[in-house]
């Protein structure tokens, strides 16, 4: 069963920073695509950044692009996101999933909260 586990997500101050982990059960995440996604209250999920199997490109919304960077730890099989000046409104949930779309049968499980919040 594929299945991904995110965590790193907490309360920090608005210009603080945090790193989410992305940690495969089940598969290699070097062999795919993996991005992050968030959903805030009252808005659909989105996406934040996508990291390329081959070759390691990196796409990043605009809203975050500067702030944001997506890696690969491969010797822990997870994808991080570290993300730097954080403001208020990346106050979501957030979620690592194949990207830039998942299959419709994913299972998004529970993500990890981030709050922005002085």
């Known amino acids: 069963q594929l299945q991904l586990v995110e965590s790193g997500g907490g309360l920090v101050q608005p210009g603080g920073s945090l790193r989410l982990s992305c940690a495969a059960s089940?598969?290699?995440?070097?062999?795919?695509?993996i991005g992050w996604f968030r959903q805030a209250p009252g808005k659909e999920r989105e996406g934040v950044s996508c990291i390329r199997s081959s070759g390691g490109s990196t796409d990043y919304a605009d809203s975050v692009k500067g702030r944001f960077t997506i890696s690969r730890d491969s010797a822990k099989n997870t994808v991080l996101l570290q993300m730097n000046s954080l403001k208020p409104e990346d106050t979501a949930v957030y979620y690592c999933a194949p990207c830039p779309e998942p299959p419709p049968w994913w299972y998004w499980g529970q993500g990890t909260q981030v709050t922005v919040s002085s």
């Open positions: 089940g598969f290699t995440l070097d062999h795919y695509a």
